[in-house]
Structure formats: C-alpha cells, structure tokens
C-alpha cells in the first residue's frame, strides 16, 4: 500500500495518482482560463478608450458624452474600471 500526503488533507491512501493529477490539471486550466479572461478585459478597455480618444465632439454628442467625461475615462490605466 501506498501513502501519500496532500498539503490541507491527511494521509491518503491507495489514493489514485490519476485522479490526483486531473484535479491538478482542471484548477491550472480554470486559472489559465481566469487569467485569459482578465487580459481580455483589459484589452477591450484598452481598445475602447483609445477609440474614444479618437471621437470628435458631435461623435461625443451622439452618445451622450462630453469632453469631460471622456478626458476623465481615457486618463484612467487599462486595469482601472
């Protein structure tokens, strides 16, 4: 029989190592897939702001925006919301 020690658990054993190891897997894919996700974000605001950067004031009025509004939102870093 083997024994084997999980950090946050007791001794398991006969635990099966391929169990184990797809556990492992499926939370490093779920973070790759958090952190996929994030950099996304950040790109779309990247891209958002610098489009809006780009309107000129009757385009700003079409939307509702002011000068103000935008200054204020394009000054803000891509992580910012």
Do not use: C, P
């Not at 024994?3 to 169990?19: G, P, R, S």
């Not at 702001?49 to 200054?71: F, Q, V, Y």
């Amino acid at each position: 029989m083997s024994t084997l020690k999980v950090k946050h658990f007791h001794l398991i054993e006969d635990m099966d190592i391929a169990a184990l190891t797809f556990a492992a897997v499926a939370r490093v894919e779920a973070f790759g897939a958090s952190v996929k996700e994030i950099v996304r974000t950040w790109i779309r605001r990247s891209n958002d702001r610098r489009l809006l950067a780009m309107m000129n004031d009757h385009m700003l009025n079409d939307i509702g925006l002011s000068n103000h509004e935008i200054r204020t939102e394009v000054a803000k870093y891509f992580w910012q919301k």
